[in-house]
């Protein structure tokens, strides 16, 4: 991870006006997801992060309801739609980029370690020679320290892996979208024992974050309202990670996160959809190919997990 793509991020940031940038967040209860619609007030250019597509998994069913919310606001708001952020290939929830992108445009990106996720998962999967795992699903490989822009205001890749090894954070103006690093401060961290998943990692791109200013807003992809807390909540600032994370505030030694982490990780459950989840979201959100009686079928693989 480079250094001065953090000095450049920090500055990105430090020069912003604060509230720069316009975000929408949109809550999906049933998987505890943000997904968010942030746009240049100037251009009325936008980026849409971390979507979401209804799934049954008793039923095996795809809904749109949560997209189409995002849609309507999109199309309410008058906004051009040139990027669909993926933060990570998710394992609790399947994308609806695709369907997005269909109705609205724009690039659909992740960052390049993808192609570990690909790989890793690929072969759980036996996804077959189709399954190309080179990136080729989404339209854009963000690098870490990559930068692009939203109308006029500047923006930037941030790598942090641990959670996945794909893990991206993109700072736009004075606001971060972390994606599953770090929750709100009563609550935590991200879990780190998926496969490819570390937890020094982690904690090495958390404190990455929060050398950023204490001033930039954050905007968390999940939240599972914490314990004492009776309403959920998304948006903190690097300040209050910094001071308040009960898992990684100031203070807190890797070796202390690790154990903690590792610890905390050997008692949870796999999420209730990364079987789904994940076989989607390597592809980008694209549904797998109708079979010759005209039905899709996702993989369960037994025994394996």
């Known amino acids: 991870m480079s250094d001065i793509a953090l000095q450049q991020a920090y500055g990105l940031i430090s020069t912003a006006p604060p509230g720069a940038v316009s975000v929408k967040s ?41 997209a189409d919310a995002i849609l309507a606001y999109v199309q309410q708001e008058n906004l051009t739609v040139d990027w669909l952020l993926e933060t990570h290939a998710h394992a609790d929830h399947l994308s609806a980029a695709p369907y ?25 999967f036996n996804a077959g020679t189709e399954f190309a795992r080179d990136g080729s699903d989404f339209d854009h490989l963000f690098q870490d320290g990559d930068p692009f822009h939203i109308g006029t205001l500047p923006a930037m890749a941030l790598h942090v892996p641990g959670h996945t090894p ?49 001033t930039a807003r954050v905007f968390l992809c999940h939240d599972y309202k914490a314990p ?19 898992h990684v ?17 050997a008692t949870l459950g796999m999420p209730r959809l990364i079987l789904p989840s994940v076989q989607v979201n390597m592809r980008g959100g694209h549904l797998p190919a109708p079979e010759d009686n005209g039905i899709r079928y996702l993989k369960i693989p037994l025994d394996a997990v």
């Open 249 to 265: 505030h100031d203070g807190v030694t890797e070796d202390e996160f690790v154990a903690m982490r590792e610890a905390r990780d």
């Open 100 to 124: 997005l992108q269909g109705k609205l445009g724009g690039k659909l990106a992740i960052g390049a370690d993808i192609l570990h996720v690909q790989q890793i998962f690929g072969k759980l």
């Open 166 to 214: 794909a893990d991206l954070a993109y700072v736009i103006g004075d606001a971060v979208f972390c994606g599953d690093t770090l929750f709100m401060p009563d609550y935590g961290t991200a879990r780190a024992d998926f496969p490819g998943g570390d937890a020094r990692q982690l904690y090495r791109s958390i404190r990455r974050l929060l050398s950023l200013p204490g």
């Open 26 to 66: 949109f809550f999906d209860e049933a998987t505890f997801t943000v997904s968010y619609v942030a746009h240049d007030p100037t251009t009325r250019r936008a980026a849409i992060i971390d979507s979401v597509l209804d799934y049954d998994p008793a039923s095996g069913r795809t809904s749109f309801q949560s």
């Open 228 to 246: 004492g807390r009776d309403s959920y909540a998304w948006e903190t600032t690097i300040g209050a990670e910094r001071t308040s994370n009960v």
